[in-house]
């Protein structure tokens, strides 16, 4: 999957995003800076915490607790590592690695808030699609490349501050989580999410 494909998937998911009319009583559209910190199989390729990192959602309140909407989101993670040693074929390299993932989760999502609507609204969601990953390995003049789309999970635990009617902003953990495959297996990372929301009444 190249960079350019992701992002068209991107560009469209936002318009479908745009769109859709609200059903309910309010709807919650969220910009998120989201640090993210690689785990399991990702720490092990790039063990490096990233601010180049966010998200967007989009909430439809069924009622005034529950609500449906998606996510989409842009992780962009980074390393340099010296002494490593690149396998490709019969070839080994070693020099300075420069390592690069970008992942892209697609997901629907429900959200549950603990109260009623007021100042303060703790949250949990959970969400379930694809996540696009894209990895890319340089040492000098030689690159090493893979992609897979994968099945993946996302929960997370929040709370919204409601500054006005229409204004509020959000701080969250997200876990993203996905299923292996034969190009690439099980990718993980966690989110620390400050969002700017817009509410709809």
């Known amino acids: 999957m190249t960079s350019n494909t992701s992002k068209k998937y991107l560009f469209v998911l936002i318009l479908v995003l745009f769109s859709v009319e609200s059903f309910g009583q309010i709807t919650y559209l969220s910009f998120n800076f989201a640090p993210t910190i690689p785990t399991g199989n990702t720490a092990n390729f790039i063990g ?16 005034s607790k529950l609500g449906f909407g998606a ?14 040693t690149l396998n490709s074929g019969t070839l080994s390299i070693t020099g300075t ?11 629907p999502a429900a959200i549950y808030f603990f109260t009623e609507p007021g100042p303060i609204r703790p949250y949990v969601s959970f969400g379930a699609g694809v ?8 040492l000098g003049i030689f690159q090493e490349r893979s992609s897979a789309f994968q099945i993946g999970i996302r ?7 409601q500054l006005s009617e229409y204004v509020a902003i959000k701080l969250s953990g997200k876990y993203y989580n996905t299923l292996g495959g034969s190009k690439l297996p099980a990718q993980s990372a966690l989110g620390i999410n ?3 929301v817009v509410t709809q009444r």
């Open 155 to 161: 929960p997370e635990v929040g709370s919204i501050f």
């Open 97 to 107: 690695q420069f390592r690069y993932q970008t992942m892209v989760p697609i997901m």
């Open 71 to 84: 996510e989409i989101g842009f992780i962009s993670l980074f390393e340099k590592i010296p002494g490593e």
């Open 48 to 63: 490096v915490t990233s601010a180049r990192s966010g998200n967007i959602e989009y909430y439809m309140m069924s009622d």
């Open 131 to 138: 996540v696009i990953n894209a990895r890319r390995i340089e």
């Open 194 to 196: 400050l969002g700017f």
